[in-house]
């Protein structure tokens, strides 16, 4: 997998494509990491039939999941370790089977203690879901 480094500092770049790599659940979720710069990631998702909901469109579950994959990473970026205090998300557009979805994962408001961060999925060039997050970092 080719990771483009968009200016990070070579440890922490290793540490979160190790940690994105090693994560059971992006693994299932078939998340994959294209860039990684300071406050701010892009991930690409093609949903697959089982994240389909009754409707037959993929489920925001899995949309709201990527979206707070992305916001977290992000902060991960700035040498903080993330988890996930609030968020909240729009969905714009639905997101159907085997859609190419590209996440910009971006850190508006770094703190010591609280950082936010925002997401949009894209798809073809339109923004399908909008998210906000506000992280807590555990690294003291």
Known sequence: MEVINKGLEDEIFREIIENFLSSPFINLMGYRILEIGKGEIAIEYNPGKEMLNAL???????????????????????????????????????????????????????????????????????????????????KK
Do not use: Q, W
């Open 56 to 138: 037959g469109i993929v489920h925001g579950g899995s949309t709201a999941a990527l979206c707070d994959t992305a916001m977290g990473f992000a902060v991960r970026s700035l040498g903080k370790i993330p988890t996930t205090v609030e968020m909240k998300i729009n969905y714009l557009f639905p997101v159907n089977l085997n859609d190419k979805i590209l996440a910009r994962g971006k850190v508006i408001k770094e703190g010591e203690n609280i950082c936010v961060a925002e997401c949009d999925l894209i798809k073809e060039d339109k923004v399908v879901v909008k998210s906000i997050g506000t992280y807590f970092n555990l």
